[in-house]
């Protein structure tokens, strides 16, 4: 919905129901998020009960400031002028009404104010789960580890020297892979180590016997089907944005380039557009096809094209139908100059890769899988060792607490009387990790029961935030 709409705006502040806003800056979507806020603050029994998460500490910070300010100025028999304004003042005076016949204090203690980023709310969880979490005793919070990836990376390496050991065996799988040049297999064990917070949620939620090391036939399908999956969501994101007229005048254009370049160049990606009949759809069998367009329309470096020619199948023949496709084509360029979204998202499918592994390709895959967990353990030693840890950990180790679905425990329910509704503001800008802390503390929730989730942002940019893991790494050979 778009924050914009004043009905809508209205029904955003319904604490009966949970909402997702959607909505670009400066359309006002933090302000309605306070106004949330405070007309929860109005109706709850503790303040504690209402959870406001963001990204970054900055955030929390103007966002608890500005709740903060409405309180203050609410404390005022004179409403502001503003429309918009006045709403947010009447909503404070509900919230200090309730504050004063509740004994909350709060302009006193602005700390039961719980605005916190999601890296903090899992610092918390790990506080008081130390059993749970697996993150007891004294440490130190690094934001950045990277000189311990190396590290960690360096001990990995070191496993080749060892005979009769699994991971020996992997780690010179993917050495000989990389013609053994070391300092390659270094650096993508560092980038795995990156981006660790979603293949350890993502692999090892997702391959149940991962720390057996039976990766089979069933897997490899499994994974197939998740390359799939995440392709069709690039496919969609163009398609969609293809406008449908566009889509006619570019029919007949793509048959014709596809058509002379079946005879000329048939290996080349466009000739499979030679007997379209219909626009492509966003599907898996239609991905060559959408390799094709890309190439017809865009050049190597993901920029619109600005002619034709007969390397694109527009041959230089001088008879009237050649150069009539010419110069359609030339228009339909021009039509697409202002549709930067659609040229971003034709540009990432030139790289999308084959869902279907090669024996080979499974074969690195499958060795860098089995082994991530030593990677893992590697790394947590040292961590262990150094008295150090980053929020990627903490954040893992508070979805730990939760347990899963085989061994669930009791931490959601204690949340369930802690916190009765929870606000998330730049939802686009959470990671695949912080977006499953949200479905584990509401896992529980039944409709009906008085709880409420508010987000704010663009959920369709992190929702397959999976997309960028990059445990197929070792299939980029130098």
Not at 53 to 72: C, D, H, N
Not at 329 to 354: M, T
Request: proline residues 5%; aromatic residues 8%; neutral net charge.
């Amino acid at each position: 919905m778009k924050p914009s709409d004043l009905q809508i705006r209205e029904q955003a502040l319904d604490p009966k129901h949970s909402f997702i806003v959607q909505a670009p800056a400066g359309s006002g979507k933090t302000e309605l998020l306070i106004q949330r806020y405070l007309k929860l603050l109005g109706g709850v029994s503790q303040p504690e009960e209402i959870l406001a998460m963001t990204f970054t500490r900055k955030a929390s910070g103007e966002m608890k400031t500005r709740i903060f300010a409405a309180l203050t100025l609410a404390q005022s028999d004179s409403p502001p002028a503003e429309e918009h304004q006045h709403q947010t003042w009447n909503l404070a005076r509900t919230a200090l009404e309730r504050n004063r016949k509740l004994g909350w204090r709060l302009l006193d203690n602005p700390s039961r104010l719980r605005v916190v980023t999601i890296d903090s709310f899992c610092t918390f969880l790990t506080k008081r789960t130390p059993l749970l979490s697996k993150m007891g005793g004294p440490t130190e919070i690094q934001e950045n580890i990277q000189d311990l990836y190396l590290q960690t990376a360096k001990q990995i390496l070191s496993k080749i020297e060892k005979k009769d050991d699994l991971y020996a065996e992997l780690t010179r799988t993917l050495l000989t892979h990389l013609d053994n040049d070391k300092n390659a297999f270094l650096m993508r064990i560092v980038q795995l180590l990156k981006l660790r917070d979603q293949w350890m949620i993502s692999f090892f939620d997702k391959f149940e016997n991962i720390k057996e090391h039976l990766l089979n036939d069933l897997h490899r399908e499994k994974l197939a089907k998740i390359y799939s999956e995440l392709i069709e969501i690039h496919l969609k994101e163009a398609h969609d944005q293809f406008p449908l007229l566009l889509q006619e005048s570019f029919l007949p254009l793509a048959t014709y380039s596809g058509e002379n370049l079946s005879e000329s160049a048939p290996k080349n990606s466009i000739a499979s557009l030679r007997c379209l009949d219909s626009f492509p759809l966003p599907l898996i069998d239609e991905l060559d096809k959408w390799k094709g367009v890309s190439k017809l329309l865009l050049t190597a470096n993901g920029e619109l094209r600005k002619k034709a020619d007969k390397n694109l199948g527009f041959p230089a023949d001088k008879n009237a139908h050649a150069i009539k496709m010419k110069e359609r084509f030339a228009q339909l360029l021009k039509s697409l100059v202002g549709h930067k979204p659609l040229i971003e998202a034709l540009a990432k499918i030139d790289s999308l890769p084959s869902p279907h592994f090669t024996d080979h390709e499974w074969n690195i895959l499958r060795s860098t899988i089995r082994l991530l967990p030593e990677i893992d353990f590697q790394l947590r030693s040292i961590l262990q060792e150094k008295e150090l840890t980053d929020f990627s950990e903490i954040s893992l180790a508070a979805l730990k607490a939760f347990g899963n679905e085989l061994n669930p425990t009791d931490l959601d329910k204690y949340l369930d009387d802690k916190i009765q509704h929870i606000l998330v503001d730049e939802y686009q800008d959470t990671s695949y990790k912080q977006e499953e802390l949200l479905k584990k503390l509401t896992a529980e929730w039944e409709p009906g029961k008085g709880r409420s989730l508010f987000i704010v942002g663009d959920p369709k940019q992190s929702i397959y935030r999976f997309r960028d893991a990059e445990v197929g790494l070792f299939l980029i050979t130098q």
